[in-house]
Nanobody, 125 residues
Framework: QVQLVESGGGLVQIGGSLRLSCVVS????????VGWFRQAPGKEREFVGGISSTSDVQVRYADSVKGRFTISRDNAKNTAYLQMNSLKPEDTAVYYC?????????????????WGQGTQVTVSS
């Protein structure tokens, strides 16, 4: 049984930082890309970024978070991270991690077979 468990969400002020973690169990973590998505109320789930499982690590980001968010992974800990800096109110959403069906991160949710339960991030003034 594959499980993804996110943690690290919470309430933060504008300009603040948070680091989300995603622990994966039940499936070879190092063999698949990991993606981060978010969903705000009334909006579709959107791609935030993702990290490949290849030896030459490739990371991709949505334009809205480039330069502010950083994705990394620790295969020894079966954990992926989403470091979020310079947070804005529009970053408020439920954040999900997901394990991709491929070695390179994809932007389409349908390419991800396993999802975490989500963690709420709220950015307030």
């Amino acid at each position: 049984q594959v499980q993804l468990v996110e943690s690290g969400g919470g309430l933060v002020q504008i300009g603040g930082s948070l680091r989300l973690s995603c622990v994966v169990s039940g499936r070879t973590f190092s063999s698949y890309a990991v993606g981060w998505f978010r969903q705000a109320p009334g909006k579709e789930r959107e791609f935030v970024g993702g990290i490949s499982s290849t030896s030459d690590v490739q990371v991709r980001y949505a334009d809205s978070v480039k330069g502010r968010f950083t994705i990394s992974r620790d295969n020894a800990k079966n954990t992926a991270y989403l470091q979020m800096n310079s947070l804005k109110p529009e970053d408020t959403a439920v954040y999900y991690c997901a394990q991709c069906r491929t070695v390179l991160a994809q932007t389409t949710p349908a390419m991800y077979g396993y999802w975490g339960q989500g963690t709420q991030v709220t950015v307030s003034s």
